[in-house]
């Protein structure tokens, strides 16, 4: 089991910034491919970006290229999420998603790929 922590949403306006951060325990965290999914009121859980196991590949949603950030601290058990730019259509519940992946080297952007979940944090951002 992998028990997966979000931390750093809240209340921002547009154009600001927030870190969000996603503690990782229970299993090696360095077997773990990573994830950010969000989901909005009356819509699906999406992807937002991902990153292999050894941190060196990245995904992003076009919604948020170039304004956020997946990277992890594997001495830390933590992957984070930075945003900047903030818009309005980016409030959501943010979750953290963890799957155990074999290659080093791959990422996953399917959200039935995952094994296991976070609880989510809140990201609302004011216009």
């Known amino acids: 089991q992998v028990q997966l922590v979000e931390s750093g949403g809240g209340l921002v306006q547009a154009g600001g910034s927030l870190t969000l951060s996603c503690a990782a325990s229970?299993?090696?965290?360095?077997?773990?491919?990573m994830g950010w999914f969000r989901q909005a009121p009356g819509k699906e859980r999406d992807i937002v970006a991902a990153?292999?196991?050894?941190?060196?590949?990245?995904f992003y949603a076009d919604s948020v290229k170039g304004r956020f950030t997946i990277s992890r601290d594997t001495a830390k058990n933590t992957v984070f999420l930075q945003m900047n730019s903030l818009e309005p259509e980016d409030t959501a519940v943010f979750y953290c998603?963890?799957?155990?992946?074999?290659?080093?080297?791959?990422?996953?952007?399917?959200?039935?790929?995952?094994?296991?979940w976070g609880q989510g944090t809140q990201v609302t951002v004011s216009s």
């Open positions: 229970g299993r090696t965290f360095g077997n773990y491919a």
């Open positions: 998603a963890a799957k155990f992946a074999y290659g080093s080297s791959q990422y996953y952007t399917s959200r039935s790929a995952y094994n296991y």
């Open positions: 990153i292999n196991r050894s941190g060196t590949g990245t």
